[in-house]
């Protein structure tokens, strides 16, 4: 019994350790540039994602279906209900669950001037907590991994 709640509280964490971005790891800066915000447009995107939860819900659907299906009968009718419970949640479980589901992602589109007159358009996620603004002075940090991270200089 304890092997199963300790399979439980596993299988529950799994979706919290896959975050979008690392923290804590420091990523070499190639260079950085420095500019003014020429123009701000939020935007969104829609993105497919893949439930990788539906196994999972499929099975939990056939096993709560073979539960209430041996409730009923005894003997072999009692098996044959177990098993026709056990296929009939595991298909409304398939069923009601999309195998993908749309996420929304918000971002901002920045149209960057930097010091040397060249002008770039970068797309990010939009963070809340650094909302751009016309002529705001930026920094465009470019990344070894192959990324650019705007912010606001300080």
Do not use: C
């Amino acid at each position: 019994m304890k092997a199963i709640y300790i399979s439980i509280i596993f299988l529950l964490a799994i979706p919290f350790a896959n975050a979008d971005y690392e923290r804590n790891k420091a990523v070499p800066v190639e260079k950085v540039l420095f500019g003014q915000v020429l123009s701000v447009r939020n935007i969104t995107e829609q993105e497919l994602i893949q439930d990788k939860n539906q196994g999972w819900k499929t099975f939990g659907g056939a096993l709560i279906g073979g539960a209430i299906g041996n409730q009923f009968g005894s003997g072999s009718g009692r098996s044959i209900a177990t098993i026709l419970g056990a296929v009939i949640g595991g298909s409304i479980a398939h069923d009601r669950n999309p195998i993908y589901q749309e996420k929304t992602l918000l971002l901002v589109e920045l149209m960057i001037k930097v010091d040397n007159g060249d002008e770039y358009m970068v797309i990010q996620d939009l963070d809340h907590r650094m909302l751009f603004e016309r002529k705001d002075a930026v920094r465009m940090v470019y990344l070894a991994n192959g990324t650019v991270r705007i912010d606001k200089q300080m």
